[in-house]
């Protein structure tokens, strides 16, 4: 089990405003195109949409994007205190060209990508909003068990038991009257463990916390698969403010996306040695119109490469693809992986 190190990166407030923003852009069902662009880079983004030729309606749509880049120059809009990324979708709706933005403080990839539905998954790897999390509060007597999806609560479950605190005198002995309350207690650590398990559908944490030494009495009555997700949170009870939950979330799910990173990595080292990757752009380029592409990995600066253009083609590709898609933000790994200037790709299969 590990307890948490890592601080937040995005404030509980900020991290509020972008789950309602993607719930709204999440029931766009209609071909969008997805503009992602770093603070001061406006005219380079809007010189790459006036140099790319796309059909009649989409290039009426990136005309409006374009507009609307000009005007966020002069009047940016943030959820945070300080933007670093803008991100504006657009798409078509009853003839109707529709904008959507948002300005955040964390640096997202460059992206310029028109699919059948909006792209997501920067957001996804800050937020991990596409993810449920359980969080389970609980003490001796008493457990509450909240599954989130983004912000929302989709799922609640309370349980409690009645628990003597004191032996009376009289009747049994102490010895007796302790060995029935712990008993009751194991019995009842049993029960919240069954209740997590029924609830966790498909979470990718089990986040527990609560008072005294509850949480390490409860956790040994978890099933293995159970355990392997599951977290202990410090400082956290029955009574804690909702913009604390979502911030002792919030560090777990950075370092959770952290550690998801380096798996990916170990994967293409490990892979490397049986012909399932590639490094070379051209070979890469190939892969994805192939579908020959498992998983792409691609440096969050990427957009500072030479071969940025044909990366980001790339990334489109690899969407229509169904392919995996991984930014790498570590400037560690980004260095290690020498992936500044090109992409990574784990193969489905070996092409020649």
Known sequence: MKRETVQSEITPSEWLSINQFLYEIKQVNNTTVSIYYQHGKGNETISLLKE???NEQIEKIE???????????????????????????????????ILKEIGISKELPHIYMVNKRPFLKPFYDVL???????????DQKSAQIQRFHGTQVVQESKL????RGRHKKGGQSQGRFLRARQTKIHVFYKKVAEKVKTIDTNSELILIGG?????TEFFDEMNSELIKKCRFVENISFSTPKT?????????????????VEEIIEKYEKLVKEGLTARVNTVIYKALEQGAVDTLIVSTQYYTSANFRKIMKMLEIAK?????IEFASS?????????????LAILRYKIK
């Open 160 to 163: 409690k038991i009645d628990l």
């Open 128 to 138: 991990k909003t596409q993810k449920d999390v359980l969080l389970v509060i609980l």
């Open 52 to 54: 790319t030729k796309r």
């Open 244 to 260: 604390d939950l979502y911030k002792k979330i919030i560090q777990h799910l950075y370092q959770h996306r952290k550690k998801h």
């Open 211 to 215: 008072s005294g030494q509850a949480k």
């Open 320 to 324: 229509q693809m169904s392919t995996k």
């Open 331 to 343: 400037p560690k790994i980004i260095k290690k992986l020498e992936i500044d200037e090109s992409v």
């Open 63 to 97: 005309s409006k994007i374009e507009n609307r880049i000009m005007e966020l120059r002069k009047n940016p809009s943030s959820t945070g205190k300080f933007t670093k990324t803008f991100i504006i979708f657009g798409w078509i709706e009853k003839d109707q060209v």
